[in-house]
């Protein structure tokens, strides 16, 4: 990489589209036993990081997706102290969790050591929480891990996770649904980061489908922007045991911590799906 500046470009096949990215270096680049992740200085967007050459996150847009993919099941679960993620390696989801205090432990359990280790040097921002009393970061297999968690133990599950492509794959199936379904207790929530809702809809039926046949009664999709992904709209699927989302509006809007895009207001606003996601979903 020379010190001009020069793009990089991501092609994504089932949109038929890409997303590029003004970069000015290469800062860092390792092959870990399970991917190969690479660091990037960008002129706009502060670093990024790419896994097997997919955008990852960037400094400036996380945010999005980390407090879409907590604050939503945190304040809609009546009193989440049980928490674990699965993957989440780059720890913001973590950092966005902890934030809340009334939750006692939060377990990340991530297959690559190599993504915290890069995101402790290049996005530091987001391992502020790592130190904090009640996490616990794991680097072990979250299929594994959510197969040997005990019955009715955790309060909410979230599925940080990269596409359903390689170590991923099997975060998107009825058995690994299954063991998050045993895990949780009766009004525990899982959450699952679904994807692009404007080409992907089909993955997230699926997915929905699949959480199901694992004993899910209730669902909710979430779309939130997110511009260094595919489309630039992503989403998150709420699922759980029992009937109904009882959203903690209250809560939320006397939340004892900043948040930069979610709010109560964001929440509700996510929660009415556009005509053509609702009809697709059967909602």
């Known amino acids: 990489m020379t010190s001009n500046t020069t793009w990089h470009y991501e092609n994504f096949e089932p949109s ?97 050591e190599q993504v915290t280790r890069m995101a402790e040097k290049y996005f530091p921002e987001l391992c502020d929480s790592n130190n904090d009393p009640r996490a616990e970061l794991l680097f072990d297999d979250g299929i594994a891990y959510m197969a040997n968690a005990a019955p009715n133990s955790l309060d909410v599950v979230i599925v940080d996770s990269t596409d359903p492509v390689g170590p991923a794959e099997g ?57 260094c992904y595919p489309t630039g709209w992503w989403s998150c699927t709420l699922a759980r045991k029992g009937q109904g989302f009882d959203f903690r509006q209250d809560d939320a809007r006397a939340r004892p911590f900043k948040s930069r895009y979610y709010s109560a207001d964001i929440h509700l606003g996510a929660m009415h799906l556009p005509p053509f996601v609702a009809e697709a979903l059967g909602e």
């Not at 502060?46 to 896994?51: E, F, R, T, W």
């Not at 989440?80 to 969790?97: A, F, N, S």
């Not at 063991?179 to 525990?188: I, N, P, Q, V």
Request: proline fraction near 6%; include cysteine; hydrophobic fraction near 40%.
């Open 16 to 112: 038929g589209s890409a997303i590029g990215y003004r970069i000015t270096r290469k800062l860092d680049e390792v092959q870990s036993p399970f991917q190969k992740i690479e660091i990037f200085e960008t002129t706009d967007w502060g670093n990024l990081m790419l896994i097997d050459g997919a955008v990852m996150l960037t400094s400036r847009d996380n945010f999005l997706y980390h407090e879409m993919m907590s604050h939503p099941a945190l304040f809609t679960h009546p009193d989440p102290k049980q928490v674990v993620i699965i993957g989440g390696g780059d720890c913001g989801t973590l950092r966005e969790v902890l934030k809340h205090p009334g939750v006692e432990r939060a377990v990340q359990c991530d297959i690559d």
């Open 171 to 227: 975060l998107f199936n009825k058995a690994f649904f299954e063991s998050c379904f045993r895990a949780l207790k009766d009004d525990g929530i899982l959450v699952q980061q679904s994807e692009s809702p404007l080409v992907l809809l089909d993955l997230i039926k699926a997915m929905r489908a699949e959480m199901g046949k694992a004993g899910f009664t209730t669902f909710q999709t979430l779309p939130f922007p997110q511009p």
